[in-house]
């Protein structure tokens, strides 16, 4: 089993960048999968970014292509999400999400079997 905690959150502008931590505790965090999932009021949680375990192979929601990057740090247990050039449809709850039974990093949340509290992300105007 492992935990998640979220942190970095926070209400900045649009045009500014803001960097997510997932540390993670308990049984071997580096074996896991790592994503980053998205949730906004009245919506679906949506997938952001997923790592592999040793960070070698990323992949991004279309939405967040080439303004994110997932980035992991092992030694660390921790795993970021480097936000830049937010914009207001990037406001939403960020949630950490952690596996170790799948091959590869997978968009589906079902995927997951353990989450973090999520953090606030608010982008205004």
């Known amino acids: 089993q492992v935990q998640l905690v979220e942190s970095g959150g926070g209400s900045v502008q649009v045009g500014d960048s803001l960097r997510l931590s997932c540390t993670a505790s308990g049984r071997t965090p580096s074996t896991y999968i790592m994503g980053w999932f998205r949730q906004s009021p009245g919506k679906e949680r949506e997938f952001v970014a997923d790592i592999s375990r040793n960070g070698g192979i990323r992949e991004y929601a279309e939405s967040v292509k080439g303004r994110f990057t997932i980035s992991r740090d092992n030694a660390k247990n921790t795993v970021y999400l480097q936000m830049n050039s937010l914009n207001t449809e990037d406001t939403a709850v960020y949630y950490c999400?952690?596996?170790?039974?799948?091959?590869?990093?997978?968009?589906?949340?079902?995927?997951?079997?353990?989450w973090g509290q999520g953090t606030q992300v608010t982008v205004s105007s």
């Open positions: 999400a952690a596996d170790a039974r799948i091959y590869r990093g997978s968009r589906s949340k079902s995927a997951y079997e353990y």
